[in-house]
């Protein structure tokens, strides 16, 4: 007979599809080989992302499992929107007596999830785990610093996410498992080189636009940032394709209408016309956590627009810049990465972020507690 683990994942926000799209894969593939312990997984989603192409096409396109429920939770301040989900998370936590609830990255999903799991004393595990900006002005960081405060299982990325728990007293429980989104890409790249249509869809050739993502609170809701972004962006002499994330279109409203003819915005991707769209441009601007390691996978050059990152690997590495928002700073940096790019950019940094089996040690590390 094998030992049934009950899994609660709970997701909210489009990267933590992505995230847990790998994870789910691994846990239907152990359960296959192991002859000791059984995942039963229930993903509950929070209804934090809710737009189409912010939640259902990922579900679609990656085959997610359907979610057992959708707490429907929508947009909010961070109390309510917060305070809405830890109440209905704990029921239905405390409904499922699950062995783990299972968190991913640094969303108010996150926290909330974590919050709800601990006070009831079921146990958390934590992916994406460690990481740290040390800006405490970043809801971000807040629900990434109590998650790990209150996870069992700590689930890091990277082993400067290991350092960052030791710097904060969390040794217990650690593990470096590698970077579920790496997973994610190599398994994702091919079926998205074979069915993705979205450079002809939008006339686009190879290595000929710039592609650039903004949703961070900290650039959308402070008018001088964005104005530093928005007017880099417009003196950047190359096409620039923008995916606008629905928080920026909001910000930006009639603005977006002033932008010039060589930004082209059009509405959020799906994952694999993303990975496309990645792979295919010059150089890409991003205040994303999870673009800038796409680039460096697509092996293009990245200039951030923010003023420190929680992957400074890539920073080090020379495959990163990170900017802010200031427009001449902005301009530097593309000036040097339109250079790398013109002369075949390459950034190789070997074994940063794993093998590609991620999602399978992190399935071994809750797989053991069955045993
Ligand atoms: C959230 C995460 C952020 C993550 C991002 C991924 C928090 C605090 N932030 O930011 O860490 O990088 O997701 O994309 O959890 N909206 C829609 N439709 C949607 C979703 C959002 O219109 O489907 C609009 C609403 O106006 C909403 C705003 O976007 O108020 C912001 O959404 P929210 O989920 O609060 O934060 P994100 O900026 O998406
Ligand atoms: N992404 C996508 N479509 C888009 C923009 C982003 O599929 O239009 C993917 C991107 O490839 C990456 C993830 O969404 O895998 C990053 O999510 P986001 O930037 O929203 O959040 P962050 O990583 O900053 O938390």
Redesign the pocket.
């Known amino acids: 007979m094998k030992k049934i683990l009950k899994i609660v994942t709970v997701v909210g926000?489009?990267?933590q599809f992505i995230k847990a799209a790998a994870v789910s894969r691994a846990f239907a593939e152990f359960n296959k080989q192991s002859d000791d312990v059984c995942f039963e997984e229930q993903i509950v989603h929070t209804g934090?992302?809710?737009?189409e192409n912010?939640?259902k096409v990922f579900f679609d396109q990656l085959k997610i499992p359907h979610p057992s429920v959708n707490l429907e939770v929508g947009?909010?301040s961070?109390g309510r929107?917060s305070g809405l989900m830890l109440e209905k998370i704990e029921s239905i936590l405390l409904e499922n007596k699950p062995d783990w609830t299972l968190i991913y990255?640094?969303?108010?999903?996150t926290l909330a999830a974590a919050l709800a799991a601990v006070k009831i004393h079921i146990p958390v595990a934590h992916v994406e785990s460690g990481l740290r900006s040390f800006n405490r002005r970043m809801?971000?960081e807040i629900?990434r610093v109590v998650a790990d405060h209150i996870s069992e299982k700590l689930l890091c990325p990277t082993d400067t996410a290991v350092e960052n728990l030791a710097n904060e007293g969390i040794t217990k429980g650690v593990h470096q498992v590698g970077d579920v989104m790496y997973d994610s890409v190599l398994f994702n790249m091919t079926l998205a080189e074979q069915s993705s249509t979205i450079m002809d869809q939008l006339g686009l050739k190879e290595k000929s636009f710039y592609l650039a993502t903004i949703?961070?609170?900290e650039n959308t809701d402070d008018k001088d940032r964005m104005d530093g972004i928005l007017n880099a962006l417009s003196q950047i002499d190359m096409p620039i394709l923008l995916p606008i994330?629905?928080?920026t279109k909001?910000t930006l409203g009639a603005e977006i209408d002033k932008l010039g003819s060589r930004i082209k915005i059009i509405d959020p991707v799906s994952y694999l016309d993303m990975l496309i769209l990645e792979k295919n441009s010059r150089v890409i601007l991003t205040d994303?956590?999870g673009v800038q390691k796409e680039a460096y996978w697509a092996n293009v050059p990245c200039v951030t627009l923010r003023d420190e990152t929680e992957w400074t690997e890539l920073v080090t590495a020379g495959c990163n810049r990170v900017v802010g928002s200031d427009t001449s700073a902005i301009m530097d940096a593309v000036e040097k990465a339109e250079n790398e790019a013109a002369q075949g950019f390459a950034c190789d940094v070997s074994d940063l972020y794993g093998d590609g089996h991620s999602a399978d040690k992190i399935a071994t590390v809750l797989g053991e507690q069955g045993d």
């Open positions: 926000a489009r990267p934090q992302h809710y737009d912010m939640s947009s909010g961070h929107q990255g640094d969303t108010n999903s809801p971000e629900n949703h961070r609170a994330h629905p928080r909001n994303s956590g």
